[in-house]
């Protein structure tokens, strides 16, 4: 082992809060039990640092901001259809009535009992007295021989006119009555469903978006992100600056396979200190007009071993939420550590109601849990126990909501309850929020204020009550200091990065430095944005070393 004094293996664990203490230095570190052996040595931590089979690698978790302009089709039968809007989805949706679809159909409600019924089994349905339809029938039609009181068959005199007039009502009232909905209507017509959307495209798509209050053509596009080209170029180039051998990046868009985007971050990139490997990127589905936006790059030794990828089965309302016109889901990459290998997720979760409806919070984070959901069960699935599970990107759940205090600067911060069913989701699989477990070892900042995020309006002022910059020359310069207070009121830390527990299964020793924020200024301002992202980055150093026990 190479010697290294306290200070050096404090330093390296901790950059913001070194521990002043053997203790401390010895919690700052993962081991199997959930307490430290009774006995760890300095050279035991040592040599997790600078250990011969030791490697240390610079990861960077970030949402790039990079969001390409969407603007949705504006011929409406194309819209209906890209937006998996189906006749029978527009017609629950907007809870339509069996007369309103019928008038918009120009059919008649007798036509669809003649294909769903005969008369016996109508009159069944309406649950009319047999021998009283029966009596009715001979009475009308004089087919009972008084003198010989021959009985009839009822089935070959019966017809849905006679039905009707026994039971006292219309057609409609009849379809109404048996409980059949439109959609029942439209499989009785055996109309096709697109069939259905050529023919109704119009009436069903203007009638949708009447019902929101807006006309069509669809009034509505997402602007470019600013200055994206100049921005991926620059990211590119901070980050082949700061040295990041693993990115996890989000929102890097890829519309019809534009590169504008994508070329410029690889063309920044190219000056990191050791070889790119071949990036990869999440899900793509040539159906929606967006890809994942998950996009991994690694350098050097730490190769991608393998990857899998899983697109979201529920992406979110289409006249809703434009996350649902992309492809949102999940990426892992297993990825070579030299002494392990970690099974790296990354994920984006639904932002959603920025198009016309559906800004309720409270539907937002039911659609996010029911994606976390479709997480977790992709990392049962997936995960190899030998590997260490970390799971990172941006939730879009905020981990706190602030509470003003008696006066200025005393708003205190408690978990939402979307934050705290997250992690009971994930700590059920053994994954833990790895910002909250290592703010516990500075109790006086161990609240939930650390903001990961900036409104898109506040483009030169972003991040200044969410972050105070570290401008001292020294090796946190650049970082949010998170070791004083950011405003009273700043909150949304949606950015996570989740590890696995140690387990007795790991091939080998996982730690974690404490993470930074990095709010990443843009050197040369062009196009108004001041900061790289609206978002803050993760920025964390994975040491990993032969396993101990």
């Known amino acids: 082992m190479v010697d290294m004094s306290f200070i050096d293996l404090a330093s390296r664990s901790d950059l913001f809060a070194p521990p002043t203490g053997r203790r ?35 990861f960077l978790s970030y949402n790039t901001y990079l969001i390409p302009g969407l603007t949705l089709p504006d011929d409406l039968r194309d819209f209906l259809l890209r937006a998996g809007i189906t006749a029978d989805r527009a017609i629950r949706d907007l809870g339509l009535s069996v007369a309103e679809v019928l008038a918009h159909l120009g059919r008649d409600a007798m036509e669809v009992i003649q294909n769903k019924f005969n008369p016996v089994s109508l009159a069944q349905a309406l649950g009319v007295n047999m021998g009283g339809l029966e009596d009715f029938v001979s009475d009308a039609l004089g087919l009972v021989d008084t003198l010989t009181f021959q009985v009839f068959d009822l089935a070959e005199h019966l017809t849905f006119d006679l039905v009707l007039k026994f039971w006292g009502g219309s057609a409609l009232d009849a379809l109404q009555s048996i409980g059949l909905d439109a959609v029942d209507v439209i499989d009785a ?7 259905i959307l050529e023919v109704l495209a119009l009436k069903i798509g203007k009638l949708v978006l009447g019902e929101l209050g807006i006309d069509f053509p669809f009034p509505f596009s997402i602007k470019d992100a600013p200055a994206r080209p100049e921005r991926a170029l620059a990211i590119g180039q901070m980050c082949a600056a700061q040295g990041y051998d693993i990115m996890a990046f989000s929102e890097v868009w890829d519309q019809d396979q534009d590169p504008s ?9 190219a000056a990191s200190p050791l070889p790119l490997n071949t990036p990869v990127e999440g899900p793509r589905n040539n159906d929606q007009m967006l890809d994942s936006g998950l996009y991994r790059v690694t350098t050097g030794p730490r190769e991608i071993l393998d990857l899998r990828r899983h697109e979201f089965f529920n992406r979110g309302h289409p006249l809703a939420d434009s996350d649902a016109w992309a492809t949102k889901g999940i990426l ?23 198009l016309v409806f559906g800004g309720d919070e409270a539907r937002k984070n039911a659609l996010r849990l029911t994606q976390l959901e479709e997480v977790v069960q992709f990392i049962t699935e997936t995960h190899m126990p030998g590997n260490v599970a970390i799971l990172c990107g941006d939730t879009n759940i905020d981990a706190e909501f602030g509470t003003p205090g008696p006066a200025p600067g005393q708003t205190t911060f408690s978990p939402t309850s979307t934050y705290g069913t997250m992690v009971a989701m994930l700590g059920a699989i053994g994954m833990d929020d790895l910002f909250m477990q290592q703010e516990a070892f500075s109790p006086a900042i161990a609240d939930h204020r650390w ?4 409104p898109e309006d506040e483009v030169f002022v972003r991040f200044n ?23 009273a009121t700043a909150t949304a830390r949606m950015d996570y990065v989740f590890v696995e527990r ?28 001041l900061y790289m992202s609206d978002h803050i980055g993760q920025d964390i150093t994975l040491i990993a070393s032969p396993m101990t026990h």
């Open 502 to 529: 140690p387990t007795m299964a790991h091939t080998f020793e996982l730690d974690f430095s404490r993470m930074r924020r990095a709010p990443f200024e843009r050197p040369n301002l062009v196009g108004g944005q």
């Open 189 to 195: 017509l055996l109309l096709d469903q697109v069939k």
């Open 332 to 354: 892992l990459t297993r990825i070579n550590l030299g002494v392990g290998v970690i099974d790296l997720y990354s994920t984006h979760l639904i932002a959603g109601g920025d």
């Open 261 to 269: 985007v994508r070329i410029p971050l690889m063309d920044g990139l």
């Open 24 to 58: 401390g230095l010895d919690r700052r570190h993962r081991w199997v039990n959930p307490a430290p052996p009774r006995v760890i040595s300095m050279r035991m931590i040592g040599d997790r640092h600078l250990g011969t089979a030791s490697t240390a690698s610079r």
């Open 465 to 487: 009550n969410r972050c105070v910059i570290i401008r001292t020359g020294g090796a946190n310069d650049g970082f949010c200091d998170d070791m004083v207070n950011g405003a």
């Open 451 to 454: 903001s990961t995020h900036g």
